[in-house]
């Protein structure tokens, strides 16, 4: 089946990143049919359900079944969706989102419904068909929508509404996004060495991974605690250890996912961050196995060549998340 994956835009790469690294995760093999900035569209093989994808992704508006895509002609469109008509029956809504400041979509919108509303009952508010126009500068994409995205689910479980607050707390669309990224699969072990208010492992636990959370300030750790029992997280276990003797404590994970400390809100014990972070490298690489992913936050693009060192370097997700503080949001492989 062919889908069409509506991206947030919210960053240039990490929504289809993000997409990739779930239908891995969950065993679904497919074909890139076309990838930019706003879609991912795929053809799967195999029977394995999108739906357990759905439920991961943080990046993605809506999934839809793909049925065509044109450039912004009318006469294009016209032609193209005509020869891509639908067979479900019932009531039906054309939807868009018009990414272009250029293009007029009450045109592009008049020509689907003329076609795909045909003989048919329009609801907008509760259709039992739903119609997307992703309408760019230069090409339309078309899809039947299968499933939306609860995205305001990560609103309100920023760190604000939980009952254990610390700043340097991710926010959980990020979080949940680098959890994604590492590809870990349901109920495989998933540590973050440095986990603070448990931003990472409360979004991990969500998605079915058992969690192993680790930070050297046992307020955190009784923090972190009550954030995991209060959303009926049960498969976890916390340390309070310094970085560097996490290796005596642990067996093999599956995933490493985690905020390094910045060394600005976040303690460093006054330890300089390239001390910091080879120790943290040196400790996650002992830990990690073979062929797992460590998705690592760093606030400075120069340190990521200690990573470098202990792993291969898959990607790097540069964030602008305040006037003076970009982070870097880098995939590493063992
Ligand atoms: C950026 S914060 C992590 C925030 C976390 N992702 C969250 O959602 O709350 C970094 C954490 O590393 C911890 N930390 C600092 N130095 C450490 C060390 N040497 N060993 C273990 N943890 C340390 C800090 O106490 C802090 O909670």
Not at 15 to 42: G, Q, R, T
Not at 110 to 139: C, F, G, H, W
Not at 203 to 231: F, P, Q, S
Request: proline residues 2%; glycine residues 6%.
């Amino acid at each position: 089946m062919k889908y069409l994956f509506e991206l947030s835009k919210d960053h240039n790469k990490l929504p289809a990143a993000e997409v990739f690294s779930c239908l891995k995760a969950e065993k679904i093999d497919y074909e890139i049919l076309e990838l930019n900035e706003d879609v991912a569209i795929i053809d799967t093989t195999g029977s394995n359900e999108i739906l357990n994808v759905v439920n991961r992704l943080s990046h993605t508006f809506n999934v839809n079944q793909y049925l065509f895509s044109s450039s912004i002609s009318i006469d294009e469109i016209n032609k193209t969706a005509l020869k891509n008509k639908i067979e479900k029956k019932g009531s039906i809504a054309i939807k868009y989102r018009n990414r272009s400041k250029n293009v007029d979509s009450q045109k592009i919108v008049k020509t689907l419904a003329e076609i795909y509303t045909k003989n048919m009952k329009v609801s907008l508010q509760n259709p039992d068909i739903e119609i997307r126009a992703l309408i760019s500068d230069s090409k339309l994409y078309v899809g039947l929508k299968l499933y939306e995205i609860n995205r305001t689910q990560f609103e309100k479980r920023k760190v604000q509404f939980r009952p254990f607050f610390s700043p340097v707390s991710l926010h959980p669309r990020i979080a949940r996004a680098l959890v994604n990224l590492s590809n870990i699969e349901k109920n495989a072990i998933l540590l973050d060495p440095f986990c603070g208010t448990g931003g990472i492992l409360l979004e991990a636990g969500l998605i079915g991974a058992k969690v192993i959370g680790n930070d050297i300030e046992e307020k955190m750790i009784v923090g972190c605690r009550k954030t995991l029992d209060y959303y009926g997280i049960n498969n976890y276990s916390l340390l309070c250890l310094d970085i560097g003797d996490i290796h005596n404590y642990l067996k093999a994970v599956d995933a490493v996912v985690t905020d390094f400390p910045y060394g600005k809100s976040t303690t460093t014990r006054g330890e300089n961050l390239i001390d910091l972070y080879s120790r943290a490298f040196q400790s996650i690489a002992r830990i990690l196995k073979t062929g797992g992913r460590a998705v690592i936050g760093i606030s400075r693009n120069d340190l990521i060549k200690i990573g470098k060192l202990y792993f291969s370097h898959v990607e790097t997700h540069e964030f602008r998340t305040h006037r003076s503080l970009t982070r870097y949001f880098v995939v590493f492989k063992k």
